[in-house]
């Protein structure tokens, strides 16, 4: 009998007077799986069944209009990975255009990677990044499984045996001095240097910043809760110091919007990036090349030299685990080593533990202690 393991439940296939078969048992046991083989089997050469017809494969356009509707649907809690997958498939689609499914092979899809590491982007005629290939080579991988599961019989060319990612150096960081934080605020636009100074003062991601909304905020016991997040250590209470609050009182004061930073174009959504406003600052600011990701990590690398420890560390942050924050300091920070089983030093009493002074020296870190109304374990 035979039988194998796609996903998490049992296939099995054989030979049939000289035709292919092939079933899912949708069971992830393997002994109830080879008994719904036999059964089938047994079935089959008694003519109580017949050998099913071959379900078409789709066209491209077709499983990719499917799979992001399904997206749609599937992602409403995080919306970002629908965009991701939106944004994906249009390369996907001028290059496969509609192909049935079964006819994109392995070569097929080393020939577009291939092609896409050469090609420039049509806004910013650059070279498109490893991270954005890959990107879209995930979107292919998840639409080939979303057809698969509709039971199309099909072989995913980018599955684990398949077309391997680009490799992505994810371990680049930057942390700003204080000289370069203060030229690069000067210069931002307000809702760019708002957005900035949470992120520098509570070390919260972007995309969690974006949809801050009122109901979440608590300025008189100086917390902020994040409901969002694909774990469940994102969805935490962030501790916000004076710098912090000050930039929210002033957001929610006569808010009318649902989101404390709405779309210019629809206030009932929160803004979905500030990229252009973050590149023009930089540019603007004369201070060298930066992610606005790099924010965060400067917010994590002062935390951990005002000894924080890791384990609180990586609540904050909102990390399920602890190694998940070690690439996001430089190894150069040696007080990092000493934090372990220090007592907490939020950003939480008054002030700023990343220097809101921006006095522009480097070694102006205060040390924090956090009110008695944070738990130890806030956001674990």
Not at 180 to 199: C, G
Not at 206 to 219: A, G, S, T
Not at 296 to 318: N, P
């Amino acid at each position: 009998m035979s039988i194998f393991k796609r996903g998490t439940v049992y296939w099995y296939h054989f030979l049939f007077n000289g035709e292919h078969v092939q079933h899912s048992t949708k069971q992830g046991n393997p002994r109830t799986a080879r008994q719904i083989e036999a059964a089938f089997r047994t079935a089959l050469a008694k003519g109580d069944v017949g050998i099913t017809e071959r379900k078409k494969a789709p066209g491209f356009k077709e499983a990719m209009r499917a799979f992001l509707a399904w997206s749609e649907q599937e992602h409403k809690q995080h919306p970002a990975t629908h965009r991701r997958y939106l944004v994906s498939s249009a390369a996907l689609l001028r290059c496969f255009g509609d192909q049935p499914l079964d006819k994109i092979t392995q070569d097929a899809v080393e020939q577009f990677k291939a092609a896409r590491s050469v090609a420039k982007g049509q806004r910013t005629k650059r070279l498109i990044k490893p991270a954005t290939v890959n990107r879209e080579l995930a979107c292919l991988r998840a639409m080939f499984n979303h057809a698969i599961k509709a039971d199309a019989l099909l072989k995913n060319p980018v599955c684990k045996n398949g077309v391997k990612a680009f490799h992505e150096d994810n371990e680049q960081t930057r942390v700003l001095s204080f000289d370069e934080q203060a030229r690069y605020l000067a210069v931002a636009t307000p809702m760019l240097r708002d957005i900035a100074t949470i992120m520098l003062e509570t070390g919260m991601r972007p995309e969690e910043v974006y949809r801050i909304q009122p109901e979440n905020v608590n300025l008189a016991s100086g917390l902020l809760f994040n409901p969002h997040g694909k774990t469940k250590a994102a969805r935490r209470w962030v501790p916000l110091n004076t710098a912090a609050k000050s930039v929210l009182a002033r957001r929610m004061e006569g808010l009318k919007a649902p989101f404390l930073f709405p779309c210019d174009t629809d206030p009932t959504r929160p803004v979905p990036k500030v990229n252009n406003a973050h590149e023009r600052a930089v540019r603007d600011s004369k201070v060298a090349p930066f992610r606005l990701y790099d924010l965060r990590h400067t917010w994590a690398t002062r935390a951990a030299e005002s000894g924080i420890d890791l384990v609180t560390l990586a609540a904050f942050l909102g990390h399920s685990r602890m190694q998940m924050v070690m690439p996001g300091i430089p190894r150069a920070s040696g007080a990092v080593c000493g934090a372990a089983g220090a007592i907490q030093r939020g950003a939480a009493d008054g002030g700023s533990v990343t220097g809101a002074e921006y006095d522009g020296k480097g070694d102006s870190v205060r040390k924090r202690q956090p009110p008695a109304t944070i738990p130890a374990t806030v956001g674990m």
